[in-house]
Nanobody, 118 residues
Framework: QVQLVESGGGLVQAGGSLRLSCAAS????????MGWFRQAPEKEREFVAR????????YYADSVKGRFTISRDNAKKTVYLQMNSLKPEDTAVYYC???????????WGQGTQVTVSS
């Protein structure tokens, strides 16, 4: 079993930056693919970014490519999302998720709110 706890959300002006963290419990963190998702009010949850278990491979949604960077520290059992050049449309609750490669995301955090003011 893995528990995920996000932190680092908050209120920021457009053009600003935030770094989200997701701390995991459990012994198998280093074997999981980790991802970030977000859900804006009255919208479906959408994929933001993912990173392979080793950290050697990353993938981003087109809407955040070039502005967001996902990374992980397996020794600290933590995955990060560095968000730069934030836009009001990035406002959402951000969730981290983890799962066995090729089998989807089985574990989800509780979410952290990111609000970008114009």
């Amino acid at each position: 079993q893995v528990q995920l706890v996000e932190s680092g959300g908050g209120l920021v002006q457009a053009g600003g930056s935030l770094r989200l963290s997701c701390a995991a419990s459990g012994r198998t963190f280093s074997s999981y693919v980790m991802g970030w998702f977000r859900q804006a009010p009255e919208k479906e949850r959408e994929f933001v970014a993912r990173i392979s278990s080793s950290g050697g491979s990353t993938y981003y949604a087109d809407s955040v490519k070039g502005r967001f960077t996902i990374s992980r520290d397996n020794a600290k059992k933590t995955v990060y999302l560095q968000m730069n050049s934030l836009k009001p449309e990035d406002t959402a609750v951000y969730y981290c998720a983890g799962g066995v490669p090729g089998k989807g995301y089985d574990y989800w955090g509780q979410g952290t709110q990111v609000t970008v003011s114009s």
